[in-house]
C-alpha cells in the first residue's frame, strides 16, 4: 500500500524474501489481517508498518495512514538519515558534480581526460 511504487516492484521485494511478517518472508499471494506487523527491508534499513485496515482496491496517497502505520524504529531512521548525510558531504568533499547537472563543464572533461590518462600510466607500469 504505496511503500512501493508499482505492484510489481512490490511482487519482486517479497520474491526476493524482502517482505516479512511474523519472522517469514511473505508470497506476492499472501493475505494479511488486521494487526499483523510487516517488515520491508528496502535498502539499507527496515521499516515497520502495522496494518489498521485491509482494503481491496488502491487508495490515494492521503488516505494510506487510514489503513497503515509507521511503527519503524527511530534508530533505522536515524541511519538511514546519517547515510544520507555522510554520502551528501563526500559527493560535497570529492567535488562531484550533482545528480541531474547537466553536461560537464570544459574544466569538469579536462579533470577527467586527466583521470583517465594517469589510470592508463599506472597500467603500464
Known amino acids: 500500500m504505496r511503500i512501493y511504487k508499482t505492484r ?4 519482486d521485494a517479497c520474491k526476493m524474501g524482502r517482505i516479512m511478517a511474523g519472522g517469514r518472508t511473505l508470497k506476492p499471494s ?6 499483523d506487523k510487516i517488515n520491508v527491508r528496502k535498502g539499507p534499513i527496515t521499516y ?16 494510506v495512514p487510514e489503513y497503515i502505520r509507521d511503527i ?8 538511514l538519515e ?17 545528480k541531474n547537472a547537466g553536461r560537464p563543464t ?10 583517465f590518462e594517469e589510470e592508463e600510466e599506472d597500467d603500464e607500469l
Open 8 to 11: 510489481s516492484l512490490a511482487a
Open 30 to 35: 499472501a493475505t494479511v489481517s488486521v494487526g
Open 48 to 63: 515497520s508498518f502495522e496494518i489498521l485496515q485491509v482494503v481491496e482496491h488502491r487508495l490515494g496517497a492521503k488516505l
Open 72 to 79: 519503524t524504529d527511530p534508530a533505522e531512521l536515524e541511519r
Open 82 to 98: 546519517i547515510i544520507r548525510l555522510s554520502s551528501s558531504a563526500a559527493k560535497r568533499e570529492t567535488n562531484y558534480r550533482e
Open 106 to 115: 570544459k574544466k569538469d572533461r579536462r579533470e577527467i581526460m586527466a583521470f
